[in-house]
Nanobody
Framework: QVQLLESGGGLVQAGGSLRLSCAAS????????MGWFRQAPGKEREFVAR???????SYADSVKGRFTISRYNANATVFLQMNSLKPEDTAIYYC??????????WGQGTQVTVSS
């Protein structure tokens, strides 16, 4: 059974940091890109960051220089380190697994709230 389980969300003041984790089953993790997306109230889900199996990364312009995605292949975990958080970063953050050209697998999400 494919599973993606996020953790690490919470409430933080503007300028603070949070680290999100996503524990994945091997079927979705091994050999595939992993990513983070977010959805703010009243808005569509948007791409945040992606990391390939080999460690290549890409980011949304809105988080470049503040967020860092990483993965630990030995235990099938992907991380999102979020620094210098802003109120506009408030959203539900989702972990996703990519198979081929599609983001096929999704976690349930973890809430991140940044107060001003």
């Amino acid at each position: 059974q494919v599973q993606l389980l996020e953790s690490g969300g919470g409430l933080v003041q503007a300028g603070g940091s949070l680290r999100l984790s996503c524990a994945a089953s091997g079927r979705v993790f091994n050999g595939n890109s992993m990513g983070w997306f977010r959805q703010a109230p009243g808005k569509e889900r948007e791409f945040v960051a992606r990391i390939t199996w080999g460690g290549g990364t890409s980011y949304a312009d809105s988080v470049k220089g503040r967020f860092t995605i990483s993965r630990y292949n030995a235990n099938a975990t992907v991380f999102l380190q979020m620094n210098s958080l802003k109120p506009e970063d408030t959203a539900i953050y989702y972990c996703a697994g990519r198979v081929g050209v599609s983001w096929t697998y999704w976690g349930q999400g973890t809430q991140v709230t940044v107060s001003s």
